[in-house]
T-cell receptor, first 112, second 116 residues
Framework: LAKTTQPISMDSYEGQEVNITCSHNNIATNDYITWYQQFPSQGPRFIIQGYKTKVTNEVASLFIPADRKSSTLSLPRVSLSDTAVYYCLVGSLSGSARQLTFGSGTQLTVLP | DARVTQTPRHKVTEMGQEVTMRCQPILGHNTVFWYRQTMMQGLELLAYFRNRAPLDDSGMPKDRFSAEMPDATLATLKIQPSEPRDSAVYFC??????????????FGSGTQLSVL
């Protein structure tokens, strides 16, 4: 089971780029890396997913080095509305749903 | 805009009462997950269904919790009898399940349960 480690919290200011790194040293060959965002009183929302190198969508970018033991979620030019908890999830359903267990997440606070 | 629907949004009950939470997964999704979220434990996986069959419910206290999918449009999570320690937000999520390696989950808004 790939355990993930993220910073508990981060602060940033509006307009800055924010990078949140997740460590997953024992990631398995078949595992994908997925990031979710959660606002208070809402369920987590899928942001981005990747397997290796770089993935970009309209919301964020995901950087994954060659060894895949870590990944970095990059949020360009954050706004106050990006204040949320961000979860890194590593795993697949090929073995057990236990591999889709969320870690503690990173509380991102964007300041004016 | 397709979404996972959970009812009720809020539930307050007394200890010992039965609680039933319902979830309507996104049409066409064949995997359903139940999670519980508390401040202390974060998001805990309780149960997982694929094509309505329970594949993993090892996260649930078996003596009081039960999860079922009577049909493809309804998943239920029951607690009987409920206890104060069951107070939490319960989330349902669904996914396409087309590939086991990169499942993307779509979450409902949750049921906020308070057991007094």
């Amino acid at each position: 089971l790939a355990k993930t480690t993220q910073p508990i919290s981060m602060d940033s200011y509006e307009g800055q780029e924010v990078n949140i790194t997740c460590s997953h040293n024992n990631i398995a060959t078949n595992d994908y890396i997925t990031w979710y965002q959660q606002f208070p009183s809402q369920g987590p929302r899928f942001i981005i997913q990747g397997y290796k190198t770089k993935v970009t969508n309209e919301v964020a970018s995901l950087f994954i080095p060659a060894d895949r033991k870590s990944s970095t979620l990059s949020l360009p030019r954050v706004s106050l509305s990006d204040t949320a908890v961000y979860y890194c999830l590593v795993g697949s359903l090929s073995g057990s749903a236990r591999q889709l267990t969320f870690g503690s997440g990173t509380q991102l606070t964007v300041l004016p | 805009d397709a979404r996972v629907t959970q009812t009720p949004r809020h539930k307050v009950t007394e200890m010992g009462q039965e609680v039933t939470m319902r979830c309507q997964p996104i049409l066409g999704h064949n995997t359903v997950f139940w999670y519980r979220q508390t401040m202390m434990q974060g998001l805990e996986l309780l149960a997982y269904f694929r094509n309505r069959a329970p594949l993993d419910d090892s996260g649930m206290p078996k003596d009081r919790f039960s999860a079922e999918m009577p049909d493809a449009t309804l998943a239920t999570l029951k607690i009987q009898p409920s206890e104060p320690r069951d107070s939490a937000v319960y989330f349902c999520a669904s996914g396409l399940g087309l590939r086991s390696t990169n499942e993307k989950l779509f979450f409902g808004s949750g049921t906020q349960l308070s057991v007094l």
